[in-house]
């Protein structure tokens, strides 16, 4: 088939002209399809819909060269993401040298046959490439997710993209302290003999109300099998965060 990312990109360009790629609409309709809803059930929620109004790449920095790692944004709450307070709703994706579309959030299967299909080492990877498609894919639920921290100082001027709306970021300074040798930048190490080990930290919360720091290890096998661990560093990092409401 065409190579995956180009694939993708014409898939993006049907969708910012109003129309959802026909192979897209099959895939979520045999995904997230559910049976015929009555007319109670469609009172209440709304008809089912598998409209897509948009496609972002994912930023891999050129790791997936057979594969393509991109975001789906969806009227209704198909997905696994709600937009706020926009309506509509949003997941990760990836299409396959083969031409298969995968749902990544919360299938840890898919994320292994992404990696598998592949086949390239993750010691090529940038670290924190690689530790936000993990956060993203398996962490998120629903709007309770991930952001993946660069070091310490990094927790310490924290924004989430905020710039100090409803009074900014407040890190709890005993509690930054007493976390900080835990907290480092995302790391790899192993190779395709021995396996893979990523290490990374995150913040964790609702939307903006990111208060939970974590450390994670990802266990990688030779063929790219994972095993995930974490450790909570602190379950209130931050004394304040942003008065935003949705």
């Known amino acids: 088939m065409a190579d995956a990312s180009q694939v993708v990109k014409e898939m993006a360009a049907e969708a910012e002209q109003g129309r959802t790629p026909p192979a897209l609409e099959r895939f979520l309709k045999e995904r997230f399809g559910k049976p015929e809803q009555g007319l109670l059930s469609r009172w209440l929620s709304g008809p089912q819909t598998f409209e897509v109004r948009r496609i972002e790449l994912f930023q891999d920095g050129g790791f997936f060269r057979r594969s393509c790692v991109f975001w789906v944004y969806a009227k209704g709450l198909l997905l696994e993401g709600s937009v706020l307070p926009a309506g509509g709703s949003f997941g990760v994706f990836s299409l396959g040298p083969d031409g298969a579309l995968r749902s990544l959030n919360r ?67 005993r509690e930054l302290e007493r976390a900080r040798p835990s907290i480092s930048a995302p790391a790899i190490s192993g190779n395709a003999g021995t396996g893979w080990w990523l290490e990374f930290c995150t913040v964790f919360g609702w939307m903006h109300e990111k208060r939970t720091l974590l450390r994670h290890r990802c266990r990688f096998s030779p063929d790219f099998r994972l095993h995930l661990e974490q450790e909570v560093l602190s379950r209130a990092i931050f004394s304040q965060t942003p008065g935003v409401i949705y």
């Open 107 to 173: 299938r840890q299967d898919e994320v292994e046959a992404l990696l598998q299909g592949e086949g390239r080492p993750l010691d090529e990877c940038a670290p924190g490439v690689l530790a936000s498609l993990i956060a993203e894919a398996l962490g998120r639920q629903r709007n309770d997710s991930h952001a993946v921290l660069e070091s310490a100082e990094h927790l310490a001027r924290y924004d989430g993209g905020m710039r100090g709306a409803g009074g900014g970021y407040e890190v709890d300074a």
